[in-house]
């Protein structure tokens, strides 16, 4: 059963795949740092991350049953509106992540 807490992860998870694409729009994030950042077990991001691909909001990579890697696709960058590229990421590029409100 997929919940509101389902869907809120969702959209952070979407925010977060925006972000990334912001500084990385040649590169795919690893589900297991997705889960970190977004505060949350990996298997708990998992079936959020097929959800938005369903949706065609990312691309994935799988191995099996399990997401190994992630992008957000054209659909997901319509879907959040306005993205602002820029170039460079440091590494320590996520450590202001909850204070930008992701």
């Keep these: 059963m997929y919940s509101i807490l ?3 992860l969702e959209k ?3 925010n977060l795949l925006a972000k990334n694409f912001e500084y990385n729009q040649a590169l795919h994030m690893e589900a297991p740092q997705m889960a970190e950042l977004l505060g949350v077990k ?3 991001i998992q079936p959020v991350l097929k959800v938005l691909a369903e949706k065609e909001w990312a691309n ?3 191995e099996g049953d399990k997401v ?3 992008k957000i696709s054209w659909k997901g960058l319509n879907e959040i509106g306005e993205v602002n590229l820029k170039f460079g990421m440091g590494k320590h590029a996520y450590d202001n992540y909850s204070a930008e409100g992701y």
């Design 6 to 8: 389902s869907e809120e």
């Design 12 to 14: 952070r998870a979407l």
């Design 42 to 44: 990996e298997i708990e």
């Design 60 to 62: 994935l990579y799988t």
């Design 68 to 70: 190994k890697l992630a």
